[in-house]
């Protein structure tokens, strides 16, 4: 069973700027798929971060990403992307790409936890 496969993590200070990448080729061509990020820093819960309905590409977004986090994709690489501005230590964590077949009211960043189409993961660790 094919997985996302997420890529782009690493290390940057506070203020500063990365683009996760998530390689989901099996997914960004179904109109009936939702797709998105969620992420998990150590000792907390997940949290769905961005979300982005396939069928027409209306995205959402947790509160606290709001404004500084783009989801996109490009069909032609067959690939998501997260844009991450401004980070914040408190944006330290796992980020997880996941996809589902799910009906557009359920394409939020809350129900990406719940997708079975997930991958390993990519580190973001933010530093102050």
Not at 6 to 18: D, P
Not at 58 to 84: E, H, P, W
């Amino acid at each position: 069973q094919a997985h996302p496969v997420e890529s782009g993590g690493g290390s940057v200070q506070a203020g500063g700027s990365l683009r996760l990448s998530c390689a989901a080729s099996e997914w960004l061509d179904d109109s009936n798929f939702c797709i998105g990020w969620f992420r998990q820093a150590p000792g907390k819960g997940r949290e769905g971060v961005a979300s982005l309905y396939i069928a027409d590409g209306s995205t959402n977004y947790a509160d606290f990403v709001q404004g500084r986090f783009t989801i996109s994709r490009d069909n032609t690489k067959s690939t998501l992307y997260l844009q991450m501005n401004n980070l914040k230590p408190e944006d330290s964590a796992m980020y997880y790409c996941a996809a589902a077949r799910r009906a557009k009211k359920f394409c939020v960043p809350r129900q990406l936890m719940a997708f079975e189409f997930r991958g390993q993961g990519t580190q973001l660790t933010v530093s102050s």
